[in-house]
């Protein structure tokens, strides 16, 4: 594991928030690693300092966490993760039920479900904190996504080949828009149970999505400081970003 500070910190901090990025150099090859520097910066610029966490494979926990963020990988990436993964299933499942806030993006969204079974009809559990079970299926998913979700609109971009159900009574993370979701048939995209959230959506996610972002680090910033004391932020770029991509999936 390791710890950095986010450069640029506010001159009087409102408080310091821990994040911990799981597996880095595993699950984070379709630019994922953009999600944490993301929330690290919009940290600093309301006015937080920002503590980032990197957990490798056999690393020792961080003592203070307030918000856990996992990426894609490959399926020899997940594989390098399980057995760490299984040391750490019970914590993950204790922090999610005691509403640490988590984004899980593509593969580590499939591994907080209940399984992934392979092609080849091989089931491979998963924590089970999210209701959810993937497939391996031979048609790929792939292009940008709109969706409308309980946070507001979200853009992204997808790239599975994993097709994904949710559970009775699972909420997904939001209603495709434009793209195939989950599974390409229901209109579902990701899930979410309590503060945890997992998506297919890269991009990275958040910095297209910043009413996302600090949905995100309100929760983080109230449990690590008791408040949430948000700044003014220009998101002008970010929603020109957003707004494009808005209209031209959906206007033409």
Not at 28 to 53: E, K, M, P, Q
Not at 99 to 123: D, H, K, N, S, W
Request: glycine share 14%; hydrophobic share 35%.
């Amino acid at each position: 594991m390791t710890a950095t500070a986010d450069g640029g910190e506010p001159a009087v901090s409102k408080g310091t928030v821990h994040l911990v990025h799981l597996y880095p150099r595993e699950m984070s090859i379709y630019g994922d690693l953009g999600n944490t520097r993301a929330l690290a910066s919009r940290l600093r610029w309301h006015g937080y300092s920002a503590v980032v966490h990197d957990h490798h494979p056999g690393a020792p926990w961080p003592e203070q966490v307030h918000l856990v963020l996992g990426g894609g990988g490959q399926d020899s990436g997940q594989a390098r993760v399980q057995e760490d993964l299984a040391v750490q299933a019970d914590r993950l499942r204790g922090l999610a039920a005691d509403g640490v806030p988590m984004l899980m993006i593509c593969g580590m969204y499939q591994l907080f479900g209940q399984a992934f079974v392979t092609a080849e009809g091989r089931r491979l559990p998963g924590l089970g904190i999210l209701d959810v079970t993937t497939t391996g299926n031979p048609t790929r998913m792939i292009g940008p996504v709109v969706l409308d979700t309980p946070i507001g609109q979200v853009v992204g971009y997808e790239n599975h080949s994993g097709a994904t159900v949710l559970g009775e009574g699972q909420e997904p993370f939001g209603r495709v828009r434009h793209g195939q979701g989950n599974n390409g048939t229901d209109g579902t995209e990701g899930a979410r149970t309590g503060n945890v959230i997992g998506s297919y959506l890269h991009g990275p996610i958040l910095p297209a999505n910043p009413a996302l972002s600090d949905h995100l680090l309100e929760l983080a910033a109230t449990r690590a400081t008791g408040s949430w004391e948000p700044a003014e932020v220009d998101d002008s770029i970010a929603e020109q970003a957003h707004q494009r991509q808005v209209r031209r999936l959906l206007r033409g």
